[in-house]
């Protein structure tokens, strides 16, 4: 008799116990959400030191002339014909001006939180817009989580340096030396690679943040017509509303670093894409190296691909070459530039 008194008692009790709570859980809740909210808060001041928030006096729109705008959204759109489904002309774009003197700017374009691409827009010796070099997917410079790396090779915390007074600066050399510039409170600047995080030579960067600053004091203005007279190439070239892109051609990736038999070797006879094209099939991995001007490309560097822009008539109008993406940025840019500044090498067996 006494065990289902027993057993009716206890479950009186267990119900009993899961009111208790609930009540308890429904008292507290505006306590929970009270310090929700302040976790949320306290999440938002670590937030100031990602890339958007540090450089958030310089991401404005504003910053960039109405012209780089319109041109970036130019671009944009040609890089968008490579395929359907190809998201370009849809993104947003975010411009970082970058230093010294500002003539180039970063632009971001992304679609809602998925990373389209990337571009850097300078501006040449005749005040001519120029699309200096280009990126597809979330492979682009200047990644906040590549500088906390390299700033922990240092035994440093970006966090601490800023709130003790320190600077960060997104800089940007012709011919494509991106870096930044980590200004510190009580000690010399520090300056990365943010294509690659490695640590850049002091000596050379601060001389070529004086020659840079020099250089732009004589520059001319950027011309206030429209972005059809402000494109990448001479004049006489095709509008830019014209033009289209080939699929990209890309190449397994390698390190030069693993086979240094191509400093050895002598430089390929390169002219354009096409003989570019014929030394792969030939030779399988190119290195691209700007001898004593590596320090400005981050390089020695493996080519990776190439891009073809043409015009309405299907004639070869500009070639880009991709550099890197192993470990570094795969980077699109002018042939010509490469041409000029190095040579190519074939990775023998």
């Known amino acids: 008799m006494k065990r289902p008194f027993h057993k009716g008692w206890n479950v009186i009790r267990r119900i009993t116990g899961i009111v208790m709570c609930f009540l308890c859980v429904v008292a507290l809740l505006p306590l929970l959400q009270a310090e ?16 958007t928030k540090i450089t958030a006096e310089l991401h404005s729109d504003t910053l960039a002339p109405d012209a780089v705008q319109q041109f970036a959204r130019e671009q944009a759109i040609i890089l968008s ?11 947003q774009l975010d411009f970082y001006p970058l230093g010294p003197g500002t ?9 809602g939180e998925l990373p389209v691409g990337y571009m850097i827009i300078s501006v040449n010796d005749q005040g001519q817009l120029q699309l200096g070099e280009y990126g597809k997917g979330e492979q682009r410079p ?3 989580s590549m500088l906390n790396q390299a700033l922990e090779r240092q035994q440093l915390v970006l966090k601490e340096l800023i709130s003790e007074g320190g600077r960060l600066q997104l800089r940007y050399a012709p011919p494509l030396l991106a870096y930044w510039k980590v200004e510190r409170p009580k000690d010399d600047a520090i300056y990365i690679d943010a294509t690659n995080g490695d640590t850049l030579p ?3 960067l601060k001389a070529l943040d004086t020659d840079s600053q020099q250089a732009t004091k004589q520059m001319k203005p950027i011309r206030s017509i429209s972005v059809q007279a402000v494109v990448m190439t001479p004049e006489d070239s095709p509008q830019v509303s014209l033009l289209s892109v ?16 191509w400093i050895t070797s002598r430089s390929l006879s390169i002219s354009g894409v096409k003989t570019l094209n014929q030394q792969w099939k030939e030779h399988k991995k190119i290195v691209f190296s700007a001898d004593q001007q590596n320090v400005l490309y ?7 691909g190439y891009q073809i822009w043409r015009d309405n008539r299907g004639t070869v109008q500009y070639q880009y070459v991709a550099v890197g993406g192993n470990t570094s940025v795969r980077r699109f840019v002018p042939l010509q530039t490469l041409l000029r500044d190095g040579n190519f090498y074939a990775v023998k067996p």
């Open 246 to 261: 080939d699929s990209m051609d890309l190449q397994p990736l390698f390190d030069p670093a693993d086979n240094l038999l």
């Open 142 to 144: 200047y990644n906040i």
């Open 36 to 51: 929700g909210a302040g976790i949320q808060s306290a999440s938002r001041s670590i937030l100031p030191f990602t890339l």
């Open 81 to 91: 014909t490579e395929h359907e489904g190809n998201h370009w002309n849809q993104a």
């Open 202 to 204: 002091a000596g050379v």
């Open 103 to 111: 003539r180039s700017w970063l632009v971001y374009a992304n679609i």
């Open 298 to 304: 981050g390089g020695p560097l493996p080519v990776s």
